[in-house]
């Protein structure tokens, strides 16, 4: 495993507010209480109940994400962050379109790490093609909104050319990079708690 340096510790102390880190044993409690809490468990299935017991999306369990996080833990974490990204910094973002968008974000349903998994058309490139094939993926199984259909195809940003259009895919772009940076440096450990289908 990449060992941090003592001065990347500190950037990381710093950007993700995290206290007595130690890479071997820390799990930051932030996606933990939010998997808890009643309230966003309760906006989630409001807003995307659907999506979350839909066969297809329950695919998303099959496949790895970051680490031993699944593509399935992953959506709900991005989701969990922006809805607390929202109301943290008083975004008024339309919560049900950033919830939808939030769990839909990487709907591109293969394994990325195998470059003959099939749907995986790019290999080398997937950060910068699976936003438009979870797109494509997502308007053939739900009914999307034009601000759901761009959190999915600019939660890559800088990656994807054009920068989110709406508040909503800020949010989610920035919440994916948060969720991101816990589950790839391990931070982030064990699986979800709840069972939001």
């Known amino acids: 495993m990449y060992r941090l ?3 990347d510790k500190k950037a990381i102390f710093k950007v993700l ?3 007595h880190y130690d890479e071997d044993t820390f799990d930051p409690h932030v996606l933990d209480e939010m998997e808890a809490d009643e ?3 309760r906006i989630l299935c409001m807003h995307a109940g659907d999506i979350l017991s839909s066969e297809h999306f329950q695919r998303l ?4 994400q970051h680490g031993n996080v699944t593509v399935y833990e992953h959506c709900l974490h991005v989701a969990l962050c922006a809805i607390k990204l929202n109301r943290a910094l008083y975004a008024n973002g339309r919560e049900r379109e950033l919830v939808r968008g939030a769990i839909l974000h990487d709907y591109f349903l293969y394994d990325w790490h195998k470059a003959d998994a099939p749907g995986n058309i790019h290999p080398k490139l997937h950060g910068f ?3 438009g094939i979870a797109l494509k993926n997502a308007t053939r199984d739900f009914a999307l909104s034009e601000r759901e259909k761009d959190i999915i195809r600019k939660h890559m940003w800088p990656l994807t050319v054009n920068p989110p ?3 909503e895919a800020w949010l989610v772009c920035l919440a994916d990079k948060y969720a991101s940076t816990l589950e790839t440096l391990k931070l982030k450990k064990g699986k979800i708690k709840v069972n939001y289908a």
């Not at 369990?61 to 790895?64: G, L, M, Q, R």
Request: aromatic share 16%; glycine share 0%; hydrophobic share 15%.
């Open 129 to 131: 093609y699976h936003p």
């Open 39 to 41: 309230e966003y468990k």
């Open 165 to 167: 259009r709406c508040r």
């Open 61 to 64: 369990k099959d496949f790895i």
């Open 17 to 19: 507010d995290i206290k």
């Open 5 to 7: 340096e003592e001065e």
